[in-house]
């Protein structure tokens, strides 16, 4: 070889270090970081799997993130609800947004103080409640009036995180996309979701390339959206796919909105046998995604209404599922909106009829809060 030809290797392979740790360097002060470069990496995040809890601001703040820390939860999952606070406080759409914003910052810096880490849900696009239009209808997702509307609360949410730290590992945009009816009737997937998630993303790189982004198909996030799906043509080297479990939906939303009490788990629900096999066949689909790619798997929420007959086991089945497949998830919810969510709360007279169970505030001292802090939330 010339004595040209070896300096030119030599240039090149110095070239090639220098790439490398320029890289290193960009990755490590992310502030600076533009839009990421596609690539077939799916990495997981720093303390995968993350096993912790959702939470929102209508009746918690930052003060309650020593306390879970004590309990042993070190990933809370911040759903930012502005159009809620809104209708219950008052409140100028645009102020409620900001109040959310406030929230989060401080629910923040208390996870960093206390060395936990949080993903910032945001699902709620529309911020005043006066009008129609939300992302359930036909109508968010023609044009480009409401859909604009929603990149640009996005990115408002992404340049003010921008400068975070560990306290703040990813970002959910539309954990439960669909068009039309609810979680029981029929409903489609937006025809739009893909490009919605290419352009919440995009706007996210524009800050931030540390952040994991996660993304669900269609509709109302279920397990089962998951047979026959291949994933979204999206490439991105810090990609989640998610998915909410409330299967069977007749057992953990009974009595919600009038819908019939006492079905009972293991059971025959709408004719169909439930049980702890059942819950592992509903994940099928999701696990042969996830060994089919490789991404990592998130559990945004699961829960069944405190009432339901044997909710705990229930709660119990599905956890132990999750944590077989060492999968991430946030048990729904801390100080939620609605009692019938909430783990500390029980029934207190049980020899009654189901319909006629009342339910009475526990606290820390539940039987699923003790079973989440003591049992669930250990990795192994």
Known sequence: MSKKSILLLVSLLALSIAFVLGSQILNKNNESASIIHATNLKSKPTGWPWRGISMQSGKSDYKDIQFLHNSGINFVRLQLKPSKRTDNGRLAPIDAFYNE?????????????????????????????????????????????????????????????????????????????????????????????????????????????????????????????????????????????????????????????????????????AGKQWDKNALIKSFNALKSFETKTGYPIFIGEFQSVRWAPNG????????????????????????????????????????????????EDKGNESAIWKYLTTTALKKK
């Open 101 to 269: 914003l406030l929230w989060t910052d401080k629910i923040l810096d208390e996870c960093k103080k206390y060395n936990m880490t949080a993903m910032i849900a945001y699902n709620f696009f529309v911020l005043d409640p006066k009008d129609a239009i939300d992302d359930k209808s036909e109508e968010f997702w023609q044009g480009s009036k409401y859909l604009d509307s929603a990149y640009s609360q996005i990115d408002i949410i992404c340049k003010r995180f921008k400068n975070r730290g560990a306290e703040l590992s990813a970002y959910e945009f539309m954990s439960e996309p669909a068009i039309g009816g609810d979680e029981f009737s029929r409903a489609s997937s937006p025809p739009r979701l893909e490009e919605f998630f290419k352009n919440a993303l995009k706007t996210l790189r524009k800050y931030d390339n540390v952040r994991y982004f996660l993304l669900t198909p269609g509709p109302y996030g279920k397990p089962l959206n998951y047979v026959g799906f291949k994933g979204f043509n999206i490439k991105d080297d810090k990609l989640i796919y998610g998915a909410h479990q409330y299967l069977p939906q007749q057992y953990t939303h009974q009595g919600i909105k009038n819908r019939p009490r006492g079905i009972k788990y293991p059971g025959v629900v």
């Open 312 to 359: 705990n086991q229930w709660v119990k089945d599905v956890i132990e599922i999750m944590n077989e497949r060492k999968w991430g998830w946030a048990y729904f919810a801390y100080k939620p909106d609605n009692d019938f969510w909430n783990p500390y709360m029980e029934v207190k007279n049980p020899t009654d009829q189901p319909d006629d169970w009342k339910l």
